[in-house]
């Protein structure tokens, strides 16, 4: 498979955080925290596909479990995001210069920010909206346990995007397969930040 256009996407996307205002940042967040309450029923019944998978033995079966509880507790998490400060355009240094050159040193976005993580769907959610509340663009690679799970939630996330008319593609969930993680890895040039969130061989 050629990753590239999933890379391709992302890199465009930034454009379009670039131009969120935080009001609608905010918004966008406050709905998926809703969204994600709503579709509870659905999230339970694909992260029931993952888990008919693995074996009850498998350590890896806690994590990948969603409930009415823990869909609820990610909702909330998203809700607290909201209410964070975001450091975008704040001044860490304000200087000048013997020349009377006026230097500023302003928080602004990573750019494209990846993740690669194992069998937590609550991770999906996390990333995103932390990325997206801070102007980033996400990429995600999820791992096989949770491919369902996933690709609810991302649905979820692109569903609630379009409804405030933003390029869905300021998330991107790449397929669960091992070579997508190569080709991440080589993804030189699309993404600015990489990181690995999982076991000590990730």
Do not use: W
């Not at 339970?44 to 888990?51: G, P, T, V």
């Not at 006026?102 to 069998?119: N, T, W």
């Not at 300021?170 to 091992?178: A, I, M, N, Q």
């Amino acid at each position: 498979m050629n990753y590239l256009h999933f890379f391709e996407d992302a890199k465009s996307a930034q454009q379009t955080m670039l131009a969120l205002p935080k009001q609608t940042i905010n918004a966008v967040l406050i709905d998926l925290a809703n969204e994600i309450r709503q579709q509870a029923p659905h999230l339970l019944e694909e992260n029931r596909r993952d888990l008919s998978r693995m074996s009850l033995e498998d350590p890896k079966y806690d994590r990948l479990k969603l409930t009415i509880d823990r869909i609820g507790s990610i909702a909330n998490d998203i809700e607290h995001v909201v209410q964070l400060d975001n450091p975008i355009g704040s001044i860490i240094e304000n200087r000048v210069l013997e020349n009377s050159l006026h230097l500023s040193k302003v928080r602004v976005p990573l750019g494209v920010v990846s993740v690669i993580y194992e069998a937590r769907p609550n991770v999906t959610l996390d990333v995103f909206s932390l990325c997206f509340k801070t102007g980033n663009v996400t990429i995600l690679k999820g791992g096989s346990d949770a491919e369902y799970s996933n690709l609810s939630i991302v649905k979820i996330i692109h569903q609630t995007l379009k409804k405030h008319n933003i390029d869905p593609s300021v998330v991107v969930l790449l397929p669960s397969e091992r070579a997508a993680t190569d080709a991440l890895l080589n993804a030189v040039g699309y993404v600015d930040v990489l990181i690995p969130r999982g076991s000590h061989q990730l």
